[in-house]
């Protein structure tokens, strides 16, 4: 019971992610019909800058008592991400959604897959295909504060001359767990010119699951307010059944879209910092599965239908999580490296017991 | 009030207006009847800006309306209540109210239209927090009007307001529209197919076929037209 408990929770935490990207494809969907095949890399840009702060800016650097500026540095990470993969919502949205936008439904798709490439290749040129593990966040000190057996390996960052003559940082184990340090290994640092040494704090993927999950029960009654007692929510809500009508009160549809864009990738850019906790590193690809899978949670959930797209993503992450478990456990050895085909097999049973999703209304045809 | 001289509409290369001319006065309320298809509801959704006019010039309070956004022409003071009613189903009555005056910052302002607008339909304030996809045909009608009003248009455009309605609901429909004309002074654009009934609310009516106007003349003077009573009124 205690083995899939944890399975489960593994599961929750996981959907949690799927459940963050999924609000995006759903809000858009709702609103101009549109499968934006965009929004997972709308994700990965976000965990990239999420990436970013937390490894350069080095926030946790602020003078309060641990864990606030961990908690901090998480928080400024993910405010990052979120703004970043919302700006670019709102720029791809009106650079290359808007013009197609009359052209019909089969135009925009393919407008969508196209930006989702291009995005993809753009950020390998400009980041790499490199897969980069995540930045521990780091607990700085002076030279002084240590003294005596260190009780971890401290790390500090050095700068290297390369043979070009660049001059690159890297960062080097100064000082291994159980090493003391006293004033001879002290000289010798400052004689490296270390001045300070941090150490890394390595979450746990539980922990991290945790949060996500933590995050997520946060952030959705903010969402569900947003979208249901705001003057743009409701804005958002009357648009989305019938756009027309929604001009014909004052709406300006134009802006309500790009809000739209712009909150459905905001809360993916959250679901990306959430994605490389969780996983441990970055690459330029993390969009693709990841989106699908949350598309996939969308459309479980019933597309168009905020609370769907979390459900469907908790069911889908936990389904993912649990059911290859279950596999195994009755004897077949490779179930877990079937989990994204049981996925999306699952996904296959819902359509076709349910075709409009858990929660999703059945379609009306308008007159 | 509002003028439209020569308009031409096209719905891609179909031209479904020919160069439509038609005039509401300030106070006045005018019907527009013509059967299925004529151009009825094309008139009003070009006016309301929802359609482009390809020819032709509408003037509002003598300013130009063509090529503005219809969101844009609400905040100018025409209000369409569309054919078919396009409530939100979705939202509750009140929220279908609040988004009619969507425009109007000023919540004192809203409340008292919210009241207005329940003084008119007062079944419409026994189902405030019901949804709209719950209400009856004739209730949604009323939302549909009710939600036009709530931006307190200079001039109220209402398209086919009997369709699909039980006979009852239509005449108390109608009682209210001409109180919205009385009391408050507004204009009113109304089309219809429900010929007869509109010709006994007008002041003028203005018959379509085919995407041009035909005939017009006082309503009473239509209703005893031998033409307009064989096509029309059976």
């Not at chain 2, 419409?124 to 709530?150: P, Y």
């Not at chain 2, 009682?175 to 010709?199: K, S, Y």
């Amino acid at each position: 019971m205690g083995e899939f408990f944890d399975f489960f929770l593994n599961g929750l935490g996981l959907g949690a992610i799927f459940a963050f990207i999924a609000l995006g494809y759903t809000m858009v969907y709702g609103i101009i019909k549109l499968i934006n095949f965009a929004h997972g890399e709308f994700f990965m840009v976000g965990a990239y800058v999420g990436y970013f702060t937390l490894r350069d800016l080095d926030i946790e650097r602020v003078d309060l008592p641990q864990p606030f500026p961990i908690m901090l540095d998480f928080l400024v990470a993910i405010l990052f991400a979120a703004l970043a993969a919302g700006i670019l919502a709102v720029l791809t949205e009106r650079l290359a959604y808007r013009p197609v936008r009359k052209a019909g439904r089969i135009a925009a798709l393919l407008t969508a897959v196209g930006v989702s490439l291009l995005l993809q290749n753009v950020a390998r040129q400009v980041w790499t295909a490199n897969v980069r593990p995540f930045p521990d966040p780091k607990i700085f000190r002076t030279l002084d504060e240590v003294d005596g057996p260190a009780g971890t390996n401290l790390y500090a960052d050095r700068d290297f001359e390369t043979s070009d003559g660049d001059v690159v940082v890297e960062t080097q184990l100064v000082v291994s767990q159980g090493e003391t340090v006293d004033p001879a290994k002290r000289t010798q640092l400052e004689a490296d010119g270390v001045e300070e040494v941090y150490e890394r704090v390595t979450l746990s993927p539980k922990a991290v699951q945790n949060y996500v999950l933590l995050a997520l029960l946060l952030f959705a009654p903010i969402l569900w307010l947003l979208v249901k007692k705001t003057r743009m929510g409701k804005a958002m809500r009357a648009a989305s059944e019938d756009a027309d009508a929604a001009r014909l009160m004052g709406i300006n549809i134009n802006l309500v879209v790009a809000a739209t864009f712009f909150i459905g990738a905001f809360v993916a850019g959250i679901g990306g910092v959430a994605y490389i906790a969780t996983y441990g590193k970055v690459d330029p690809m993390i969009g693709f599965l990841p989106g699908l899978k949350a598309f996939v949670a969308a459309v479980i959930g019933g597309i168009g239908s905020i609370p769907g797209a979390i459900l469907g993503g908790l069911i889908l992450g936990v389904t993912e999580s649990v059911l290859p478990w279950m596999l195994q456990k009755m004897g077949w050895d490779a179930a877990f490296a079937w989990k994204d085909a049981i996925a999306f097999a699952f996904l296959i049973v819902v359509l076709v017991v349910k075709p409009t999703g858990i929660l999703g209304k059945p379609m009306r045809e308008k007159v | 009030m509002l003028i439209l001289e020569n308009v031409d509409v096209y719905y891609g290369n179909i031209q479904a207006l020919y160069g439509l001319s038609l005039e509401v006065k300030e106070g006045e309320i005018v019907t527009l009847i013509g059967s299925n298809g004529a151009g009825k509801t094309t008139t009003l959704r070009t006016i309301s800006g929802l359609l482009p006019a390809r020819g032709g010039s509408i003037l509002f309070e003598g300013e130009p309306l063509v090529g503005q956004r219809p969101e844009k022409i609400v905040g100018r003071g025409i209000a369409h209540s569309p054919e078919g009613r396009r409530i939100f189903v979705g939202l509750s009555v009140r929220e279908n109210l609040e988004m009619g005056a969507y425009l109007v910052r000023d919540a004192a302002k809203k409340k008292e239209r919210l009241e207005r607008v329940f003084s008119l339909f007062p079944r419409l304030e026994e189902r405030i927090n019901q949804s709209g996809g719950t209400l009856s045909g004739g209730e949604q009608q009323m939302l549909a009007i009710g939600r036009a009003l709530m931006s307190r248009p200079k001039l109220l455009l209402l398209d086919e307001p009997s369709l699909g309605i039980a006979p009852i609901l239509v005449q108390e429909i109608f009682h209210e529209i001409d109180r919205i004309r009385r009391e408050d002074g507004t204009t009113i654009l109304l089309v219809e197919q429900n010929a007869r009934m509109a010709l006994k609310l007008a002041d003028r009516g203005y018959v379509i076929e085919t995407g041009r106007i035909v005939h017009q003349d006082q309503a009473d003077a239509l209703l005893d037209d031998p033409k307009v009573r064989e096509a029309y009124l059976g």
